[in-house]
């Protein structure tokens, strides 16, 4: 599913803002799409958690094969997740995450606002702030997350608007100004600009 703001987006930010402008045309015909439920979304992110992305498509492909189709149940009833490639603690924060959902804890996340979805997701274990705003960019589709702390925004941002030299966060923030309400899509064509590659959660 392609946001439905995907357009207008592109628009208003290529007005506004001549680095984006051309980011935006150097990569046509792509952008952002959410592929999966939000608990496979999430299960993913503690997947890929602190391994290459190589490395997390192979357990992911792993845990595939363990439960056929990753859903709360099927993660709770599985007793070989560590022969999947998984760390114990990963296996824990599944776990955990799993019965959040099963609980029916997360029921209401496509009825909160983005800060209540970060406070909710970063009460399960494993997942901290940088995940939840790369959940609300990848899964929830919400237009204006500004993902600060990410290494490579923070990196982009530097290269694009300061010559490569590090930047102050106060400095970024006042970049992204202009952006919204639109800073996913911001974001999205900075990470293209390291990487033409679409990410996908």
Not at 140 to 164: E, K
Request: net charge negative; proline share 5%; charged share 25%.
């Amino acid at each position: 599913m392609i946001p439905s703001y995907w357009e207008k987006a592109k628009c208003e930010l290529s007005c506004r803002d001549e680095v984006l402008s051309s980011l935006i045309g150097r990569y046509p015909g792509i952008s952002l799409v959410r592929r999966a439920d939000s608990f496979s979304t999430l299960a993913r992110s503690i997947v890929g958690q602190q391994i290459s992305v190589k490395a997390a498509d192979s357990v992911w492909g792993r845990l595939v094969n363990a439960v056929a189709t990753v859903t709360p149940e099927s993660i709770l009833a599985c007793e070989n997740l560590r022969e999947c490639g998984l760390s114990g603690r990963k296996v824990e924060y599944l776990q955990d995450l799993a019965l959040h959902f099963e609980n029916g804890k997360l029921d209401d996340l496509s009825a909160m606002e983005d800060d209540e979805i970060v406070k909710a997701l970063t009460q399960i274990r494993g997942i901290g702030q940088w995940t939840a705003e790369m959940f609300l960019i990848f899964q929830a589709l919400r237009p204006d997350i500004f993902p600060i702390d990410d290494l490579g925004l923070q990196r982009a941002i530097s290269l694009h608007y300061n010559a490569g030299n590090p930047m102050k966060k106060g400095e970024m923030r006042e970049i992204s100004e202009p952006w919204k309400p639109w800073r996913s899509v911001a974001t999205w064509y900075l990470w293209r600009s390291l990487d033409p590659v679409p990410v996908e959660y």
